[in-house]
């Protein structure tokens, strides 16, 4: 066996040629990744061969868990090989550790849907934030902007997309839809979001008509009862389409809701100068008419005191801060068109 040991962050690990049969996945990575068709890495596998190293943790019984590698791992299996390279890890020191490691590692080698990065974010916060001995509750979205470098409002976005149904979870992965213009559903009941699906599944594939952002969130509002008498009414659904539709949706997955709390929607239908925090805020919910001059005062104010600023090591974190607030607040805006 040939062993080489290296450090990576400070961490030793060893790369070893392993008995497959030593391998054991960790049981979380399906909750969080679909099982891919593996049938383009096999043949490439079968034709060029493999040497990319997976990454495990060392149980210290014999066997080995994958932390990065499951895909690369199930293709090497099925293409009978008997060895496999591998860097080890020591064992995680808890459970906290190796949840953080599998979804550190798999969000830097995978390219995710919207919904596994939505599944990346819920599994995180429930096994390592809510877990750590000094997590706070209010602060749980800005930890996980942190740690997956987005900001707070995609944060919310992206875990609102857990509270659809799995044929609409299934239709925010479809790269030819906009993503974005699902979140907002989640505030609808079942038997709403399903015909929010049957309405979008019957114009793409019936229709062949692909519905635009703007199209699929005036739908959400009628859906929600809230109407813009500016606004040309959404064509209905016929009857005998919606069923047929509906049957041949394919199930996805349904994950359970963010358990950590959320601010309540507002949805009346007054709102003319709304402040700045409330466009800021992703679960605001904007139903009327909305007048701008306030936002762009404010934002035109903190502009300008960053511009006064004299930059010192004090004062880059405050900088720092002013920005992502200016970014949070633009992410916002732009929902709103």
């Known amino acids: 066996m040939r062993s080489k ?15 497959i049969s030593s391998i ?11 099982p891919d068709d593996l049938k383009n890495l096999i043949a490439d596998i079968e034709q060029n061969g493999y040497t990319t190293p997976i990454s495990v943790f060392d149980l210290g019984n014999g066997q080995y868990q994958i932390f990065s590698g499951h895909r690369r791992y199930r293709a090497m299996t099925q293409n009978g090989y008997e060895r496999i390279p591998a860097n080890v ?40 934030i809510r877990k750590e001995k000094h997590a706070k509750g209010e602060h749980s979205r800005k930890r996980l902007a942190e740690e997956f470098e987005i900001s707070e409002a ?3 976005k992206l875990l ?22 699902f979140a907002p559903a989640a505030q609808l009941p079942t038997d709403k979001q399903r015909e929010l699906y049957e309405f979008i599944f019957y114009n793409k594939t019936e229709q062949g008509y692909q519905l635009s952002r703007k199209e699929i969130l005036q739908k959400i509002d009628e859906l929600k009862g809230i109407g813009n008498p500016d606004d040309q009414p959404l064509p209905s659904l016929p009857k005998e389409s919606a ?14 809701a963010p358990s950590f709390p959320t ?13 700045w925090d409330m466009i800021r805020d992703p679960s605001t919910d904007f139903s009327g008419s909305v007048n701008l001059d306030g936002f762009l005062d404010e934002t035109c104010r903190l502009l300008s005191s960053l511009r006064a600023e004299t930059i010192t090591y004090s004062s ?10 200016i970014r949070e607040a633009l992410d916002r805006l732009e929902d709103l068109f």
Do not use: C, H, W
Request: aromatic residues 6%; charged residues 30%.
């Open 243 to 256: 069923s047929e539709a509906s049957s041949k949706g394919s199930a996805g997955r349904n994950m359970a």
């Open 160 to 181: 609102a997309l857990l509270k659809l149904i799995p044929e609409l979870q299934e239709l925010a992965n479809d790269p030819d839809l906009a993503t974005s213009a």
């Open 154 to 156: 995609q944060i919310a």
């Open 316 to 325: 880059k974190a405050k900088i720092r801060k002013s920005i992502q607030t």
């Open 263 to 275: 601010i309540n929607p507002n949805t009346g239908l007054d709102i003319t100068f709304p402040t």
């Open 89 to 128: 890890f020591p064992a995680p020191q808890d459970d906290i550790e190796r949840a953080r490691r599998l979804i550190r590692s798999n969000s830097l080698t995978r390219k995710r849907s919207p919904i596994q990065q939505a599944r990346e974010i819920q599994y995180y916060y429930d096994n390592v």
């Open 24 to 34: 054991v996945e960790d049981p979380d990575n399906d909750k969080i990744y679909d």
């Open 5 to 19: 040991s290296t450090r990576e962050n400070e961490v030793i690990f060893q790369f070893k040629d392993l008995d």
